[in-house]
């Protein structure tokens, strides 16, 4: 499929140049996230400002942390962990999307996972990369 990455430029810049808030965010946290127009089998987020729900799974200072997109479409695998969160919806963890984000990409707090969850999601996740 082709993509059209004109359109996500715009918005890209929009979010570059945005100042960042002095919210802070933390670990089990669920956001709304400008991930943008990716490349090939990427997680791309929708909608005209790209977004997505992520799990922020690793906080590493007030700019900078480990990020797992979210879905709500039901998969399976090693690479998908379904859980509970307080969204009221079940979502899936994502888990071979991990990525570092800059923080200016994250828009609104939406929830958070239950510590349960959280470390389900992360003892997946170690066990995925090793």
Known sequence: MEKD?????????????KELSPRGFKEREIWICNVGDNIGFEEDG??????RPVLILKVFNRRFCYI???STTNKRGKFYYPFEGNTGKV???LLSQLRAIDSVRLRD????ATKEGF????????????
């Open 91 to 93: 979502s899936v963890a």
């Open 5 to 17: 990455y004109q359109t996500w430029t715009p918005v890209k810049i929009k979010v570059n140049n």
């Open 46 to 51: 929708k909608g005209e400002d790209y977004t």
């Open 109 to 112: 707090k939406i929830g958070f």
């Open 68 to 70: 797992v997109p979210l």
């Open 119 to 130: 470390n389900a999601i992360k003892k997946q996740t170690i066990q995925l990369i090793y």
